[in-house]
């Protein structure tokens, strides 16, 4: 009962940190809009000025939210973990110090492979499926890779590729899903839903 309302609890906790994001990048898109709109009046027409300050709006919200993002990203991360009843490290077995440089090596690639399924599940909580009810969710369906990217099998040919990489000038992180098929690399297609992924799945052969 109690691990039950401890899920519920975390869960609703990840949608409102995400619905937070969503208002705070919103909110302050729509001071920047209202305080560049003067001074750009005395130098573009109306329309102009009206265009220029709802595209920096955008993109001032697209910053606040990824940085807001990446701010939160270890809470998030604890709370899809509470949501989920995944262990925490404390409550892993310890593993043996390495002895040789070759075992740390060993043990940080499969660091490295656990944390790219965990940030892969974390995402797809944030991204994907803001019920955190779907497979998509879950840490263990998720086959993390040392390179920091993650794979989740769908059924047979079909993938859902996970990769983070910087494209941001202040560095922070950009989380991509692509849906993979066997037949062609070039059928690859990038998903922002899960309403989007099951649409091209249903259309496909």
């Known amino acids: 009962m109690m691990t039950a309302l401890r899920q519920t609890a975390a869960r609703t906790g990840t949608e409102a940190l995400a619905l937070a994001k969503v ?4 909110v302050v898109a729509g001071i920047a809009a209202d305080v560049s709109a003067t001074p750009l009046r005395k130098s573009l027409s109306e329309h102009d000025s009206r265009i220029t300050a709802v595209v920096l709006a955008v993109i001032l919200a ?6 807001l993002d990446w701010v939160t990203d270890p809470i998030s991360k604890q709370l899809a973990a509470a949501g989920h009843d995944w262990p925490t490290r404390t409550d892993r077995k310890s593993q043996t110090p390495a002895t040789t440089l070759q075992e740390g090596i060993v043990q940080v690639a499969d660091g490295a492979a656990s944390d790219a399924a965990a940030r892969a599940a974390s995402s797809a909580t944030l991204q994907l499926d803001l019920s955190t009810n779907s497979v998509f969710a879950d840490r263990d369906r998720w086959q993390g890779y040392e390179n920091g990217e993650a794979r989740l099998f769908i059924a047979p040919g079909v993938t859902l590729y996970f990769r983070e990489h910087d494209e941001h000038d202040i560095g922070l992180p950009v989380r991509e899903f692509t849906l993979l098929s066997a037949e062609s690399e070039d059928d690859s297609v990038e998903i922002t839903s899960l309403a989007q992924l099951h649409q091209h799945l249903r ?3």
């Not at 697209?62 to 940085?67: I, M, N, S």
């Open 23 to 26: 208002v705070a990048a919103l």
């Open 203 to 205: 259309t496909r052969p």
């Open 62 to 67: 697209v910053g606040v939210y990824q940085f």
